[in-house]
């Protein structure tokens, strides 16, 4: 089994470390633009694939337009709600 890459999320002065596995929930940290298509900041998704290198994420998004991304840890937050 492979290991969870662990991202740093900072949330004022304490910092948390959060395991980003397949199954995850996470929010985009910034906006990603998709042709037209603008999957805009804070927008929800689950990682569907970890790749091997512990660097990139297939994240699945149902809005604004259904689509799997490939998308970085710098790219992601784990969310919380």
């Given at each position: 089994m492979a290991k969870a890459t662990m991202a740093?999320?900072?949330?004022?002065k304490a910092t948390a470390?959060?395991?980003l596995g397949e199954h995850s929930a996470?929010?985009?940290s910034h906006?990603?633009?998709?042709?037209s298509v603008t999957?805009?900041?804070?927008?929800?998704?689950v990682i569907v694939h970890r790749?091997?290198?512990?660097?990139?994420?297939?994240?699945?998004f149902?809005?604004?337009?259904?689509?799997?991304i490939t998308l970085t840890g710098s790219d992601?937050?784990?969310?919380?709600?």
């Amino acid at each position: 089994m492979a290991k969870a890459t662990m991202a740093t999320r900072t949330a004022g002065k304490a910092t948390a470390t959060v395991p980003l596995g397949e199954h995850s929930a996470v929010r985009l940290s910034h906006p990603v633009q998709l042709g037209s298509v603008t999957y805009p900041a804070g927008c929800r998704g689950v990682i569907v694939h970890r790749h091997a290198d512990g660097i990139g994420y297939e994240v699945e998004f149902e809005e604004p337009v259904f689509r799997v991304i490939t998308l970085t840890g710098s790219d992601i937050q784990p969310d919380h709600e």
